[in-house]
């Protein structure tokens, strides 16, 4: 058996030749080349028609976001957010020390707010520099054990998402969100976490998360995968809900669609107390909503459900995601979100992604690699139970846009005798597909492993094969696109140790 290389060797070009019909040149989704585990290769791309000039492979797509995410690092604030970080800090800590977070709230607690506001007030005329040495010390708290003694021993211990509140370094990420939902006002702020506190006091969350409320619920919300900056994805198939048994035992009437609004904060809950809340941790999410078939805003029974939700999330869920992406939008959805968006705030709008039925796969792709995208979406990744033991989710893979009229090729050039394996699809197919070894030898023949032949959006969506390789040649994947619309196909390879 060979020796084999973890590096890959690779290069990566497109090339163009004359066709009868004319296509505009070419636009490349271009993901990191795929790395097989051992075997040096080399993949080349070609496209036809249009010119002969090679064309090189430029970098990944620029995201068109309209929101970057912020950092949760104290570091990286400005000198206004760092003075309203610390100004917060401060409020918590004397909300601690006399109560004010107990549920419902002490007799005392309002001269206590009174006094809180005076101290504000004070610090807002008094920036933390040129306050008494004690709260210049309170305002900088910083997690160490010396600061922690300054939360007196008989002030309550309040968590929230798994994180106890001025005990350690992540009290700083869940304060910054608060902040952010309120523009940085410290006021504002401090009363949307003093009532968050209390509402999920009132609805017993931390009790909730522990309750068992079925699986009923399973397809039409459940995570999978991880975008290209490693925030979990969450998604949300609204057309489960198509099922009017389904329906009506989701939104019936007002205690079964408290009943579904329980079950939607504990799976939040559970999937939050999951992320990472320590500087330089990833604590958002990347949010999909499939828009495919689910019910019209003429259902008032969903309607109610969806309004009484977002309130709830958008006043006790401060910042949470990092992208709303709406995929397969339907006619009705601008009057949908006209009805909706007087209940978001601007920062969120800022965060929506639409994208029509026939663009779903190449807006998720933007954002999430293929092999994190769920199959039913246009990726590779599918369900444990049916995938191919070859490839997982940290098998990266490589998608090229097929332009209307073209023949794209791909030619993997194999240095060592390997058993080689590869996963393609091309997304709604309607397309022919071929493959076959072309060996280095120009005495030996070619060997057609797959004849050329035209794939149905209703065949299998992932083709997987695999091929002995006892003489050094070429692997040609082969995708000939007839229709008028551009196609993502989609391919990932790996080599495996040959034996004589």
């Known amino acids: 058996m060979a020796e084999t290389s973890e590096e890959l060797v690779a290069t990566v070009t497109e090339k163009e030749t004359p066709s009868p019909l004319p296509a505009p040149a070419p636009v490349l989704e271009p993901e990191p080349p795929v790395k097989p585990e051992s075997a040096r290769v080399e993949v080349i791309e070609s496209e036809t028609p249009n010119s002969s000039e090679p064309r090189t492979r430029k970098g990944g797509p620029e995201s068109q976001a309209s929101f970057k995410e912020e950092s949760n690092k104290v570091a990286d604030l400005s000198d206004l957010e760092r003075t309203a970080l610390e100004e917060l800090r401060l409020l918590v800590l004397e909300a601690l020390n006399h109560g004010e977070f107990t549920y419902p709230p002490p007799p005392a607690v309002a001269p206590v707010v009174e006094e809180l506001k005076t101290k504000l007030s004070f610090l807002a005329e008094n920036p933390p520099e040129a306050t008494p040495a004690v709260d210049k010390e309170i305002a900088t708290y910083d997690g160490s054990e010396t600061s922690k003694t300054l939360i007196s021993s008989s002030s309550e211990e309040v968590s929230i998402w798994g994180v106890p509140l001025l005990m350690d370094d992540r009290t700083d990420a869940i304060l910054l969100k608060f902040l952010r939902a309120r523009e940085f006002k410290v006021k504002d702020a401090f009363v949307m976490l003093r009532n968050t506190i209390h509402w999920r006091k009132e609805f017993k969350i931390d009790a909730l998360v522990d309750e068992d409320l079925g699986d009923d619920l399973e397809k039409v919300v459940f995570m999978q995968g991880f975008d290209k900056e490693g925030h979990p994805v969450c998604y949300n198939v609204y057309g489960e809900f198509q099922n009017k048994e389904l329906y009506q035992k989701t939104f019936g009437d007002e205690e079964k669609r408290m009943s579904f609004l329980r079950w939607r904060i504990q799976f939040l809950e559970r999937t939050i107390r999951k992320l990472d809340f320590w500087p330089g941790g990833i604590c958002t999410i990347f949010q999909v909503s499939d828009l495919k078939n689910s019910p019209g805003p003429g259902k008032r029974e969903l309607r109610l459900a969806t309004r009484l939700a977002l309130q709830l999330l958008q006043d006790n869920y401060p910042e949470f995601v990092a992208k709303q992406v709406f995929i397969n939008v339907p006619w009705w959805s601008l009057a949908f979100y006209t009805m909706i968006s007087p209940f978001l705030t601007q920062r969120t709008k800022s965060k929506f992604v639409f994208s029509g039925p026939s663009r779903t796969a190449e807006t998720l792709f933007k954002y999430v690699s293929p092999e994190q995208v769920p199959i039913q979406y246009g990726g590779l990744c599918v369900d ?45 197919w309607e397309v022919s597909y071929s493959a076959e070894f072309v060996p280095n030898d120009k005495d030996s023949y070619t060997m057609v492993i797959q004849k050329a032949k035209k794939i149905s959006p209703t065949d299998e969506a992932v083709i997987s094969k695999s091929f002995k390789i006892s003489q050094l040649g070429k692997l040609v994947l082969a995708v000939d696109n007839p229709t008028s619309k551009r196609k993502k196909f989609v391919y990932r390879f790996k080599v495996k140790p040959f034996c004589n």
């Open 384 to 428: 444990p139970c049916d995938c191919n033991p070859e490839f997982g989710v940290d098998d990266p893979s490589t998608v090229i846009t097929v332009k209307p009229a073209t023949k794209q090729t791909v030619e993997i050039q194999v240095y060592e005798k390997c058993i080689i394996v590869w996963e393609v699809r091309v997304v709604g």
